[in-house]
């Protein structure tokens, strides 16, 4: 496992007991950066989302989705949607304010590194799109659930 990985898992571990303070603080901070994205969040259970959020980056964090797809690389380095970007400095940020001094350099620059790496994926975590299964109406009653 290569350290940034290590990096990342270990300060995680201390944010999954406070999931649910990171959420609230991770879309507080999102909707402050881009009051856009909070428009789009209308109508979402605040609490249930913020859940899924916490598994959609404990599945990251873990590696349970490393595929990649071409749109979630940075090859370059920087994000190539500026609202991606904004859904990893919400991270970033929380990250600093639940962990404080245990979030050392080293381990903020592996969190950049895991956010530029996947943030098409943050983004749809952040909007619900990548956790939440939609539903598309078929017939009059019965509904198929279609998974991201």
Do not use: Y
């Not at 400095?89 to 404080?100: F, N, S």
């Not at 619900?128 to 998974?147: C, D, K, T, W």
Request: no cysteine; proline share 5%; charged share 25%.
């Amino acid at each position: 496992m290569l350290e940034s990985e290590e990096l990342v898992q270990e300060s995680w571990t201390n944010v999954v007991p406070a999931g649910q303070r990171f959420a609230e603080l991770f879309f507080g901070r999102l909707v402050e950066l881009d009051p856009q994205l909070g428009r789009a969040m209308r109508g979402v259970e605040p609490r249930e989302h913020g859940r899924r959020f916490v598994e959609a980056v404990t599945a990251l964090v873990r590696g349970d989705d490393d595929g990649g797809s071409a749109a979630d690389g940075a090859a370059a380095g920087v994000w190539s949607d500026p609202r991606a970007g904004v859904v990893g400095e919400a991270l970033l940020w929380t990250l600093d304010r639940l962990l404080g001094e245990r979030l050392t350099p080293a381990a903020r620059g592996a969190w950049r590194e895991l956010a530029h790496r996947h943030a098409a994926r943050l983004h749809a975590a952040a909007l619900g799109e990548a956790v939440m299964p939609r539903v598309i109406p078929r017939g009059s009653r019965r509904l198929v659930q279609i998974g991201s």
